[in-house]
């Protein structure tokens, strides 16, 4: 009993161990001395240096290089190019027109900030306090700030 459970649990084992193993890829490659090097990841991560080892067939394939056209990939760099020039200009657009704005607004609050300094210096005029002449010095420095 002992010896089938044994057999049983190193045949699982075995089971288990070959699926894990053709799950993964594994890359070869041959150092400086001339010896074969397995690993999971490839050399230097450069995948030009390294052949894929299929541990199922025991065979080693070259990694396949990508081609570029260079026509190809110009064009659409250019068409990249213009797409994220049309994005800022649109974003500046926007920008320019937020400016606006909150200049129209800026104005529309200065001169609110200058009537009011006016008729408070005018308001000052008619005043019949003991402090008179200090509101009118304060109320023309007012009008010096918020009406240039």
């Not at 009993?1 to 044994?6: A, S, T, Y």
Request: glycine residues 2%.
């Amino acid at each position: 009993m002992r010896h089938k459970i044994l057999k049983m649990s190193l045949a699982m084992v075995l089971m288990g161990s070959t699926l894990i193993a053709g799950a993964v890829e594994v890359y070869t490659w041959r150092d400086n001395k001339g010896v074969n090097e397995y690993s999971d990841t490839p050399v230097s991560l450069s995948p030009a240096k390294t052949q894929r080892f299929n541990v199922r067939t025991q065979t080693t394939t070259s990694l396949a290089q990508p081609k570029f056209n260079a026509e190809a990939s110009s064009d659409s760099l250019t068409d990249q190019q213009a797409e994220l020039n049309r994005k800022i200009e649109e974003q500046n657009k926007q920008t320019a027109e937020q400016n606006k704005k909150i200049a129209a607004e800026n104005k529309k609050n200065r001169d609110a900030a200058c009537k009011t300094s006016q008729m408070n210096r005018k308001m000052a005029d008619s005043l019949r306090t003991n402090n008179r002449d200090a509101l009118i010095k304060r109320y023309d420095e007012d009008v010096r700030l918020n009406c240039n």
